[in-house]
C-alpha cells in the first residue's frame, strides 16, 4: 500500500508558500542562521534564501471584505496579475528571493527601484488620495514586479525615488513635543522593509498633502501647494525642522538635487524659499548647500560619499518681506550608485510550526504520500470554498439553510481551526490570507467583545492566538481573549446562582459561577485550548488551572466508567440504543461527534499544554486520552473505517459519518506523533479512517470527484440527529470540513516523506499601517499608570442606549476602560445623524491631546471642541471627513486652556450600521 494515490482527476497546484517575513525582522539581517521558539514552540530561523528563484510572487488581499469573511485574496501570481480596479485598503504583497525589486503597481506612479532586504514589498491602497493622481488606483491595471538584472543596479541614478513610499503610523507627527524625534521610530523598530523611505521630524498638521513621502514620489511639479500634483514636504515652518531619506544599505552618492516648492502666487506671496541647508550622512560628514529662489530642479555636486541615509537640516528660509514665508520641498533627488553593483539574495525570517514544540516520537508510515494527502485536502477545501454562500443543506430538524462560513461562533470557528491547521502542515498560503481575512473582520474581537461565559464562543480566540503567535506581533491581537478569559476567572466559586447578561448571545442561564462552562462535552474541544495558549502566551497558570478544574468538574458528571465515553449531556443519561448488555440493562447511546469532541480536545492540550510545568495535569489528560482511545478503538466499522454516529450501537441511526471520524482520526494520530499511543496498534485504525472519509468524497456520472466530501451529520446533540447515512450524503457543513482538514493534517505529519514547512508569514497589515497606541504608561510596578486626565467629570449627551438590550451611558467614555464591554462605552442608536457628549470638568485644565478609541475600529467622523464657558466653542480636532480606520484616533494641538469638551459625531466613512459606539476619550493635560 505504499504507493497509496489519489483518485486520477487534474489536481490544482498548491501555492507557493514563499511570502512575507514576520515583522520584518530581516530590515538589518544578520546573515548567520539564527533559531529561537515562539512561546507555542514554532521554530523561527533568520537566514538567507537557499534557493533563490527569479520569480516574484503577488498577491492583492482586501484588508476587510465586505459580505463572505476571509474570502479576501482578490488576485495572486508570478511576476503579473491584472485587477480590475483597487480599492482603498487593499494590500499589494510582493515577494521576491532578491532584495532589489522593480515595480510597477499602477500607470500613474510607474516603474520604481526598490530595495528590500527581505525581498517584501507591501503597499496599501490610501483612503486618502491627496497626494495621488484620483484615477491612479481607479481602472483595470498590470501589478508587475520582477527581480533588478545587475545593469538596472549598478547604473549611476537617483537613489531616493520610490512613489510607493508611504508614512507608517508610528512616524505621526506631534506637533505639541518641544523637540520632535529626528529619526524613525518605525526605521529602529524594523517596520519599514523597502527603501528609499522618507520620514520628517515634522510634518504641517499631518495631512497627506505634506507629507515627508512626497519629496521622494518622483513628482516635481512646484508651482502650486497643497494636493496632488502640488504634494509636498511641509514642516509648519519649525526651526527644528529634519527631512531624511533611508536607504537600507550604504550606497556611493556624488550629487544632490532639490525642487523647492514655488508657489509665488498671490500678493504677496504664498511662498519664501530656502537660502541653504546641510546634508549629514550615516559617516558623520555634513555638507553646507546654498540654494537659489527657483521652482526648477537645483542640483549640487557632493564630495563622493557612502552612506546609508542623507538628512536635511539646518533650514534657513529666506527671510522675505513679499513672502508669507511658507517654505517646502518638492522634491529631494539623491544620485549616485550601488556599492557591489549585483543583486544579493534577501534574507528572511522563517516559521517552521511545530503544534506545541513536542519530541516526536518517530513513528511515522510509508503508508501515505504526505503529498497525496495534501492534494487531497487542498481539492475538497476549494470545492467547499466554491460552494459557500451557495449550498443548501438540511438542518437536524428537517428545515433548509444555506451554508455561509461568515461568523466566529463554534461552527465557523472549528472551520478555521481546522484551516489554521491545514496551512501549518502545508504551507498553502491562501488558506493563511484566509484566515487573516476573518481575523481582520472581527478585529481580533472574541464574540463581538462582550464578555461570555459560554464556551462556543472561545473557539476564535484560540484562531486569534495562534495567529498572533505565528507573526509574533501585538497584544492587541490577543486583549480580547484575555479579557474574556479574566471575566470567567474572576468568578466567585461560591456563587452558584445562573449567569445573566445584558447580551442575549452572551446569556448562559444553565451555566453558575461554581465552575468554568463545559456542561456539554463540546465545550471541552471550544474551550480548553484557548486558555492552555493564554498560560503560554502569558506565563500565567491560572488559565490552565481553570480550565482544568472546570474539566475535572464536568468529567465526574458526564463520563460513563463503564464505557470509558462521554455523555453529551445530562439530557442523554436516559436515551438508549437498541440494545441491552448481558445484564439486560438498555445500553446508553454515546454520541459520535460529541466524544470525538472531548478525543480531539485531550489530544490538543497532550500537544500544547507544557508537561513539565502541569505534571499532574498533563497526567491526567493523557491518562484520560488513553482510556478514551481504548474505549473508541473498538466501535471503528471494519468494513467502512468509520464511526457511526451512536458509537456504542452501529445500527442505531446507523451508518458512515465523518464528522466524528474526522475528530477521531485527528486525536489517534497526535496520540501516535507523540508517542503516547503505540504505533502498530493504533495506525491501522488511523489509515482505514483516512480511507473511509476518503470514500466519502462524492463522485459524478462518470466516477471522478466532484471535490465535495459528504456524509457529515448536521447541527446536533445526539445520534438522532443522524437521520440516515442516505440523509447526510450531500451534506457538507463547515465544522465537518475543520474536523477533517485537521484530521488529514494530523496523518500527512506522521508520514515517512513529510517535511514541515518553512513558512514566511505575510506582513501584518495591522502592524504596518494600524499599530494600535496603548494608552497606558507602565510605572515599572505591578499596577498600571495612566498620563490621561481622571478627574471628574459632569457628562450630558444627546442620547444613550438603556433599553433591554444594554445600558451605555455618556459617563463610560471617562471611566479609562477602552474594551468597548457592555456598560464600558458610550452607545447611541442615531447613525448616521449627529450625536455628541459634552463633559465638564468642573476646572479650568490645559488640554494638548486627545484620543479616541471608536468600538471595532470604525471610521467615524467628528470633531472635538473645547470652552471656557461653555458659550464660545473652539474646534482642536477635525476629523469631519475622517477615513482611518483604527482602535484609537490620537491627535495632538497646541495647549488650550478648557472647561467643557465637546465631541460631535456626524457619519462615518464606511461603517454602515445603526449605531455609534465610542469605547472611550482619553483627554491629555499638560
Known amino acids: 500500500m505504499k504507493n497509496k494515490k489519489i483518485k486520477a482527476i487534474a489536481l490544482s497546484v498548491l501555492l507557493a508558500f514563499s511570502s512575507f517575513v514576520?515583522?520584518?525582522?530581516?530590515?538589518?539581517?544578520?546573515?548567520n542562521y539564527e533559531k529561537n521558539y515562539t512561546s507555542y514552540g514554532n521554530v523561527q530561523s533568520t537566514h538567507k534564501v537557499e534557493e533563490a528563484s527569479l520569480d516574484v510572487s503577488i498577491n492583492v488581499v482586501a484588508k476587510k471584505t465586505s459580505g463572505t469573511r476571509g474570502k479576501n485574496l482578490i488576485a495572486s501570481g508570478i511576476d503579473e496579475v491584472e485587477v480590475n480596479g483597487l480599492q482603498a485598503g487593499n494590500l499589494i504583497y510582493l515577494q521576491s528571493d532578491y532584495c532589489w525589486i522593480k515595480v510597477n503597481l499602477c500607470e500613474a506612479l510607474g516603474t520604481a527601484l526598490v530595495y528590500s532586504p527581505t525581498g517584501e514589498f507591501v503597499f496599501e491602497v490610501p483612503s486618502n488620495l491627496a497626494n495621488y493622481d484620483s484615477q491612479a488606483f481607479a481602472s483595470a491595471t498590470k501589478i508587475q514586479a520582477s527581480v533588478a538584472t545587475e545593469e538596472e543596479i549598478s547604473a549611476n541614478r537617483n537613489l531616493a525615488v520610490n512613489p510607493y513610499d508611504f508614512m507608517y503610523s508610528l512616524e505621526k507627527n506631534d506637533p505639541s513635543l518641544s523637540q520632535a524625534p529626528v529619526d524613525s521610530v518605525s526605521v529602529e523598530e524594523g517596520e519599514v522593509c523597502v527603501y528609499p523611505h522618507a520620514y520628517a521630524n515634522r510634518v504641517t498638521r499631518n495631512e497627506a498633502g505634506f507629507y515627508a513621502r512626497n519629496a521622494i514620489d518622483g513628482l516635481v511639479e512646484s508651482q502650486g501647494h497643497g494636493n496632488f500634483p502640488y504634494q509636498s514636504w511641509g514642516y509648519d515652518q519649525k526651526a527644528d525642522a529634519e527631512f531624511i531619506v533611508y536607504f537600507g544599505r550604504e550606497v556611493s552618492l556624488n550629487k544632490l538635487a532639490f525642487v523647492l516648492r514655488a508657489d509665488y502666487s498671490g500678493s504677496p506671496e504664498h511662498d519664501t524659499y530656502w537660502e541653504s541647508v546641510t546634508a549629514q550622512f550615516s559617516d558623520g560628514t555634513e555638507q553646507q548647500i546654498s540654494l537659489n529662489k527657483s521652482g526648477d530642479k537645483q542640483e549640487v555636486e557632493i564630495d563622493e560619499v557612502k552612506t546609508s541615509f542623507v538628512r536635511i537640516k539646518n533650514i534657513v528660509a529666506k527671510q522675505n518681506g513679499n513672502s508669507q514665508m511658507y517654505a517646502a520641498l518638492t522634491e529631494l533627488e539623491a544620485y549616485g550608485s550601488e556599492i557591489g553593483g549585483k543583486n544579493t539574495v534577501a534574507t528572511k525570517t522563517y516559521v517552521t510550526p511545530t503544534f506545541g514544540g513536542k519530541q516526536s516520537s518517530g513513528q511515522k508510515t510509508a503508508e501515505f504520500y504526505a503529498q497525496d494527502i495534501a492534494d487531497t485536502m487542498k481539492i475538497a477545501n476549494d470545492w467547499f470554498m466554491q460552494n459557500d454562500g451557495k449550498l443548501v443543506i438540511p438542518t437536524y430538524n428537517g428545515a433548509q439553510e444555506t451554508l455561509y462560513v461568515n461568523s466566529n461562533d463554534w461552527r465557523d470557528s472549528v472551520y478555521y481551526t481546522g484551516l489554521l491547521d491545514y496551512y501549518m502542515t502545508t504551507g498553502d498560503e491562501e488558506a493563511y490570507y484566509y484566515l487573516s481575512g476573518v481575523a481582520e473582520q472581527f478585529d481580533y474581537l472574541v464574540n463581538g467583545d462582550y464578555r461570555t461565559p459560554h464556551?462556543?464562543?472561545?473557539?476564535?480566540?484560540?484562531?486569534?492566538l495562534q495567529l498572533n503567535d505565528l507573526y509574533g506581533a501585538d497584544n492587541f491581537k490577543?486583549?480580547?481573549a484575555v479579557d474574556n478569559a479574566e471575566y470567567n476567572i474572576a468568578r466567585d466559586p461560591e456563587d452558584s446562582r445562573p449567569v445573566t447578561s445584558t447580551n442575549s448571545y452572551a446569556t448562559d442561564g444553565s451555566r453558575d459561577w461554581s465552575h468554568m462552562a463545559f456542561?456539554?462535552?463540546?465545550?471541552?474541544y471550544m474551550s480548553m485550548n484557548t486558555y492552555t495558549l493564554l498560560s503560554r502566551q502569558t506565563g500565567d497558570a491560572k488559565y490552565?488551572?481553570?480550565?482544568?478544574?472546570?474539566?475535572?468538574?464536568?468529567?465526574?458528571?458526564?463520563?460513563?466508567?463503564?464505557?470509558?465515553?462521554?455523555?453529551?449531556?445530562?439530557?442523554?443519561?436516559?436515551?438508549?440504543?437498541?440494545?441491552?448488555?448481558?445484564?439486560g440493562n438498555k445500553v446508553p447511546t454515546f454520541w459520535a461527534r460529541g466524544n470525538a469532541w472531548v478525543h480531539a480536545a485531550l489530544a490538543k492540550q497532550l500537544l500544547y499544554l507544557e508537561e513539565e510545568r502541569y505534571p499532574e495535569i498533563y497526567e491526567q489528560y493523557k491518562n484520560d486520552f488513553i482510556e478514551i482511545s481504548?474505549?473508541?478503538?473498538?466501535?471503528?466499522?471494519?468494513?467502512?473505517?468509520?464511526?457511526?454516529?451512536?458509537?456504542?450501537?452501529?445500527?442505531y441511526y446507523g451508518g458512515r459519518e465523518v464528522t466524528g471520524t474526522s475528530g477521531f482520526m485527528y486525536a489517534f494520530a497526535v496520540g501516535?506523533?507523540?508517542?503516547?499511543?503505540?504505533?502498530?496498534?493504533?495506525?491501522?485504525?488511523?489509515?482505514?479512517?483516512?480511507?473511509?472519509?476518503?470514500?466519502?468524497?462524492?463522485?459524478?456520472?462518470?466516477?471522478?470527484?466532484?471535490?465535495?466530501?459528504?456524509?457529515?451529520?448536521?447541527v446536533g446533540y445526539q445520534p438522532a440527529n443522524y437521520d440516515s447515512e442516505n440523509y447526510s450524503r450531500n451534506i457538507t457543513n463547515e465544522f465537518g470540513m475543520g474536523l477533517f482538514l485537521m484530521g488529514s493534517s494530523a496523518l500527512m505529519r506522521i508520514c515517512e516523506d513529510f517535511t514541515a514547512p518553512e513558512l514566511v508569514i505575510p506582513s501584518d497589515p495591522q502592524s504596518v499601517v494600524k499599530k494600535v497606541a496603548n494608552p497606558f504608561v507602565e510605572d515599572g510596578g505591578d499596577?498600571?499608570?495612566?498620563?490621561?486626565?481622571?478627574?471628574?467629570?459632569t457628562v450630558t449627551a444627546s442620547g444613550y442606549q438603556n433599553d433591554n438590550s444594554g445600558y451605555n451611558p455618556p459617563s463610560a467614555l471617562f471611566d479609562g476602560d477602552d474594551s468597548g464591554s457592555d456598560g464600558k462605552r458610550w452607545a447611541v442608536s442615531s447613525f448616521p445623524n449627529k450625536a455628541w457628549v459634552q463633559a465638564d470638568f468642573g476646572e479650568t485644565v490645559t488640554i494638548n491631546k486627545v484620543a479616541v478609541a471608536p468600538n471595532s475600529g470604525r471610521d467615524y467622523r467628528y470633531i472635538i471642541e473645547v470652552s471656557t464657558d461653555g458659550t464660545n466653542w473652539t474646534t482642536v480636532v477635525d476629523r469631519s471627513n475622517n477615513t482611518e480606520s483604527s482602535a484609537l484616533l490620537t491627535d495632538s494641538f497646541n495647549a488650550v486652556q478648557a472647561r467643557y469638551i465637546k465631541i460631535t459625531l456626524n457619519g462615518a466613512a464606511t461603517y454602515t450600521g445603526t449605531w455609534y459606539n465610542i469605547n472611550e476619550l482619553f483627554i491629555y493635560t499638560v
Open 22 to 31: 514576520a515583522g520584518c525582522n530581516g530590515c538589518n539581517p544578520n546573515t
Open 544 to 583: 490552565v488551572e481553570a480550565a482544568y478544574e472546570g474539566y475535572m468538574h464536568w468529567k465526574e458528571i458526564l463520563y460513563n466508567k463503564t464505557y470509558h465515553l462521554w455523555h453529551r449531556d445530562t439530557t442523554q443519561f436516559n436515551v438508549y440504543t437498541n440494545l441491552t448488555d448481558e445484564d
Open 519 to 524: 456542561w456539554w462535552c463540546d465545550a471541552l
Open 455 to 464: 464556551g462556543d464562543h472561545y473557539l476564535i480566540g484560540e484562531v486569534f
Open 630 to 651: 481504548e474505549a473508541l478503538a473498538q466501535y471503528q466499522d471494519e468494513e467502512t473505517g468509520t464511526w457511526p454516529a451512536s458509537i456504542v450501537d452501529g445500527t
Open 672 to 714: 501516535i506523533e507523540l508517542g503516547i499511543l503505540d504505533f502498530d496498534e493504533y495506525f491501522p485504525i488511523v489509515a482505514k479512517a483516512y480511507d473511509g472519509i476518503v470514500n466519502c468524497m462524492l463522485t459524478d456520472d462518470n466516477g471522478e470527484w466532484t471535490g465535495q466530501l459528504g456524509y457529515m451529520q448536521t
Open 478 to 480: 490577543i486583549k480580547s
Open 783 to 793: 499596577e498600571e499608570e495612566v498620563d490621561y486626565y481622571t478627574g471628574d467629570f
